[in-house]
């Protein structure tokens, strides 16, 4: 039954007063704290979620540095952020399946729900889609507001630190379970913060074996700390014949992470005839590739990942997780209050930390 | 975006007034007609529907005959029917996605939207499902009220007596695209009002051989009519051996739409190794199987088929209805207004009439 | 058992004499007739095959014309042609499964069977694979030797004009039954010979809408005489926005059968987010390839497509023609005897015909 | 290239001479020792294996009880057994793929290669399927003859003692990867030989949660240690409601081992919704079952398990193994000489052993 009766529900209006924000306040590089936000108020079918501890991505460094993509798209005035655990503080008049004070986190694309991929469990690349801290207010504040249907409810046994990074690792997890890794041989190119992640859930998740490429010898060093089986400098390419020696003349699945040309160019030539090859990392611009090489004369399945299944990346995610098989602590590298975002920011912009989190 | 602005949107409230309903009004046979049922209010994320025609279902003559399943499950007092077309008349305060006007069906299942399967593409299994006019008020009305999530809007080159039946026509739909028929020889086990639609649904997806078997010959010919390339009085066995015999030692699918033992065991006899079964038709009590025989040593794959996927199945169901290729008129065999329901439904349980339709 | 008594079998031996057959006979432009080329003999494990009707294919073409892939790889000297249908003459002293006067075409595709992608239903993707007529002698000759692995039994109710063309046919079924269309909307991008037959192969498999698109109008007319809702010429993209209109933004599947970079683009863009490309035709050189817009952000799938699946495909194929839904009596335009080679290519090469045929 | 040069191959005869072998040599209980049983002769087609290690499997306890199912099966006389690891010893005169010396082990069920299954990737359930040791003399001896296509290659880093039990692991690494384990929630019901196999391939394989049922507590306990989060004692159903509080009511994947009827009920009464379930383990007779329940209200899938997929089972099975994550030692119990034959087959058949092998 979805019918409701509006007594047991939180009012449906702001709570005035004023909350602590990081905006992007200039069309230049940077982010500006701000202390006296309005607090929003909240929509009939949305909740307020009091944010506790958030994460910082790759966008948000795009964001901050404002490069070509950033300037085209996020709107100078609003709050960053898309990573982040809370509590749920209020709730719009409609919402039947939350109550406050539930510990929540949230899928930071919306849409509709009105659209073909939307009403078939594929919300995650549905036309209409808009991102927090992207297109509209995110979650770099004291409060968020977001659709009852965005909200993610945080198992009891998972910490705050991993409930604000659902994001990020929703990349690696649907980007492992989509190319599907179980008693496979699996190369991953590219071992950034996702790349790094995607090498333990592969593992997690089943890989037989694990191979990473990069360019950056200390990651590759994280890498097999986390599990991989070997990992390779991708600037010598000695290691793809190594490779299909070791398998069958080929591996399994390419995970690719990089989004670089070479990396592509790379992981097909690892990859064997009839292997699948998951596509995360976007490349800066067009690539001139061989088709017939990489993919028809292989009879290859390429797939296209963006985002996070809404919602069965999360349930895979959270089973991860509980099943402790998941090594986090590794790439989570540091934390700071809010109010250091600009150390924050060089940490994580200057590769001296992987993923850092920021606490409100 | 979700939010919305409450000045464009109808009111939330009740319409007053009365109308006509077929109300299940005692604990025995049939139901009675009243023409003073109160219109129903429009919760926040409800909307209600003018109601222009309706199908009868198999259900309904349950509840009608008052079964035993019937009196354990249904709330005397209840209007009933679950399939139907119409236009919406007023929508809630909080619904995003409809305006009074639109012409529109609806999923019969109904479900809180907060469970695993709901989340994840599968809402048609979820385990607090109740449906339309077997747990609460159902389409024999002049108005529905339904959840916005459960609308569905029909397509406008598609006719209102195919609409009103989306139901049904959505259980053929999702046996044959579940079990997948393209390019294969498929059975189909009892040509009832779903079996019957279920080969010209095949047909249109693709299979290559269809084969049929019933107890009741003037329904194999129509099946025959409809693009079965054999079909076979179950009561002699001795077609198994022949359509073992003219495919590669049995059938690639079957699909099992009785329900009867009799027909399981000769279906999967019928099925090569290998195969798929998908079984819609519900067997009145426990079946003593032959697992081994069946379905272990055969290493088939067996799917239980229940309601209709939201949305792929309303999705697949408008492109079959939209090529053109679905004969859906040889099923719908007569019409009546829903005054004269009690014609309606004797017409359908003798037998004389396939799907039956009523018009408001 | 696979244990056999030699005496039941044909010797293995060569069968002296000479025969016809057509020969790349220098390193430049045509072929050569020859009355005297020795019957070939046969090993353990082969089948001397009587040829009886060829078809020419695109490869044949490159052959003839000398091109630089065929200057590359074609030992001078080689009979060729791949596609063909006849009866079996004589069979080695280890073979099990077939005797003389077998009526059989075969795969053309030729492997070890060692490897892992023969081992596990994927001999189509070989890495060890040899082709009849492009690296060893082919079938446009009175007899070919194939390994018993590559024979296929003709059913008796398929006519030798479509058993000479299983091998491309087999192409256009791998490919829409790799894609699945049925209860799908569809695009194919380049109506060749291959082109065609998917066409009449999506519309026999269940496709729901069939669009076309090419340069060549008179294809894209037969393309529409054979079961394409719609078919447009390349050279002017608004059919996109008009496709993207009347299906849920973008065809749910694209097969791209040209190679062309202009059709690949267009294709993507005309594929809905989360659709499926099955990629047949080969880019002349690499292609400039926008990943992000085209396969990322979109979640599409990609399938290269290369031969025809062992045996999966000739099943199909089989059913599909036992339907009596495939059309190919227009795409099949001239017969020719072999003799008249000239002739037959001359005509496959002018466009004057599609699928050319020899007699022997 | 399968063309051969006969010079290169060993002789297609008779070594002469005896060996010894476990012979069922009346109908009744126990096996016979023989060590005057002709060394057999070899095909053209097929190899001869010099058997080094053996494992004894529940169908050989079968046939030494002499049960039912094997005095209708089994001809007196034959020498039993199908576990095994070897080295070939001859090859026949038409063998292209392996030479004498090779280290190999060999799928137990042979079929002509000719069926819809065996062309299809499917050869596991052909229709003319016949079994080493079961329909024709097995590897309980020194030497066996297998056809070529039968053999698989031994990996150099894998030891003996698991190459010979290849055939009931890879039932366990077929059932667990036919269902898919990575990232889900798994019960296994049955936790003999096979099942806690199970239990450890399903944890390499990226199951998040392992549940294990018997009436065997020593066998819960030993699943324990092999990974699983927890066992229950079936005797006691209370473990249901626990496994389903514990999950989103129920588990993902049931893999159906002890074929017992009260396992069956209570493994789909733990299953969710939607869930898959893969049957291996074959009941003694036929089972009332509740489909509805069970199987269509639920949206189950349920999958028959029969031997292991030729070959795609086997090359996981050999990427489990070199990933080091299989731990079968603990399973592996015993070891004798084959004169030892009446000690390994009573510790197995007391439950003293589990997984009894025998050395030549």
Redesign the interface.
């Known amino acids: 039954?979805?019918?409701?009766s509006t007594d047991t529900l939180a009012q449906d209006e702001s709570a005035g007063g004023t909350m602590r924000g990081l905006i992007k306040h200039h069309a230049g590089t940077g982010l500006a704290f701000s202390d006296d936000r309005p607090i929003p108020s909240v929509?009939?079918?949305?909740v307020r979620i009091k944010v506790k501890k958030v994460g910082i991505c790759g966008t948000d460094r795009h964001i901050w540095e404002w490069d070509e993509w950033s300037a085209g798209r996020v709107p100078v005035g609003i709050i960053t952020g898309h990573e982040f655990v809370g509590h749920i503080d209020a709730v719009?008049?409609?919402v039947?399946?939350y109550t406050p004070g539930q510990r929540v986190s949230a899928e930071g694309h919306?849409t509709?729900?009105?659209?073909?991929?939307s009403?078939?469990?594929?919300a995650?690349?549905?036309?209409d889609t808009?991102i927090f801290g992207i297109d509209?207010d995110g979650c770099f504040a004291d409060y968020i507001v977001v659709?009852e249907?965005n909200v993610w409810p945080v198992h009891p046994d998972i910490e705050d630190k991993y409930a604000a990074i659902f994001d990020p690792l929703g990349n690696a997890?649907h980007t492992v379970?989509a190319a599907?890794?179980?008693?496979?041989?699996v190369l991953i190119s590219g071992v950034g913060i996702i790349g790094l992640m995607a090498v333990t859930v592969a593992k997690?998740?089943?890989?037989?074996?694990i191979y990473c490429t990069d360019i950056n010898p200390p990651r590759l060093e994280l890498a097999k700390e986390l599990g991989a089986t070997d990992a390779f400098d991708a600037r010598d390419s000695a290691w793809i014949e190594q490779v299909r020696r070791d398998t069958?003349?080929g591996v399994d699945v390419l995970l690719e992470m990089s989004g670089a040309p070479m990396a592509m160019d790379q992981g097909f030539r690892a990859l064997?005839?009839?292997g699948t090859a998951a596509?995360?990392g976007?490349?800066a611009r067009?690539?001139?590739?061989?088709?017939?090489k990489h993919?028809?004369?292989?009879?290859?399945?390429?797939?296209?990942?963006?985002g996070r299944?809404?919602?069965?990346t999360w349930?895979?995610m959270e089973?991860?997780l509980?099943?402790g098989?998941l090594e986090l602590d590794k790439v989570i590298t540091h934390e700071y209050p809010i109010e250091e975002f600009d150390k924050a920011f060089e940490t994580m912009i200057s590769g001296a930390g992987i993923k850092v989190l920021m606490n409100l």
């Open positions: 039954m979805t019918q409701i929509g009939p079918r949305e719009g008049s409609a039947t399946q919306i509709s729900g009105a659209d073909y991929n009403r078939t469990g594929n995650h690349i549905a036309a808009t509209r659709p249907s997890v379970m599907g890794v179980s008693a496979k041989t997690a998740a089943g890989a037989s074996r069958y003349e064997r005839n009839g596509l995360l976007l490349p067009t690539v001139d590739f061989d088709f017939n993919i028809i004369f292989k009879g290859c399945t390429v797939l296209g990942i963006n299944k809404m919602w069965d349930y895979q089973k991860l509980l099943s098989r």
